[in-house]
């Protein structure tokens, strides 16, 4: 192939990659665009409350665009969901292996799920559907949530075998920790808006919001019910 032809061929080779590419990422941007919407339709109205009209009205498109792009209401749940225990699990195991210290596993497993209170949608879907019995909440979850709890409870034997600690149950600590981030991001800025809250000098001096000074009062406090003074 002559020079001027092979240069012409990788030219259009080349704008036909890039018109490719570009298409793959207008259609990654409008899914990603209808799932943020679904998420806070979900979140709001539960599974059995939304409905794909609201979805596609909200997101600005056909109902025929958003079966295009998505699927189905189920398929739609399927992608939010996912796209949420995705997000749990780089928030939860990201920086975890099994070659750091036990004390260091279990104050990232903290750290993670201080991060997973904050995921507003998460709780408001997953609350809504315990309460309808959890049907339509996927085994995946159920799976991840037994995942964290296995997690921390080997780091506390890790850490048992080092140091001789409690005999505390460390899945109840970390059921205590989960909830305790959860109720404390949802609730605590509703109590210190009440005018004759009498703990709102303490609430302030931690955060009413999951703030740093929060965490680590959460770590010290785990870690003395496991028997180790940090």
Known sequence: MYPAKLFSYLIRVFGEFMARESMKQKRADKSNHIIEIATAVFSEKGYHGALTDEIADR???SKRSMYYYIGDK????EAVMKNIIDQVNDFLYA??????????KIKRLIRGMAKISKMRPLHSIVMRELFAGGGNLPDSLR???DHYLERFALAFEELKLCKGTSDASPVVVAWMVFSFF????????????????TQHDAIEAVGKDVTEKLVSEVEKL???ML???M
Not at 182 to 196: C, H, N, R, S, Y
């Open 59 to 61: 997101a600005g498109i």
């Open 74 to 77: 189920d398929m739609l749940y």
């Open 95 to 104: 920086e975890i292996n099994e070659n750091i210290e036990p004390e260091l």
């Open 143 to 145: 799976k991840d949530i």
């Open 182 to 197: 959860q109720q404390w991001e949802l609730a605590m800025p509703f109590v210190i808006e009440g005018k004759d809250c």
């Open 222 to 224: 785990v870690f003395r």
């Open 227 to 229: 028997g180790v003074e």
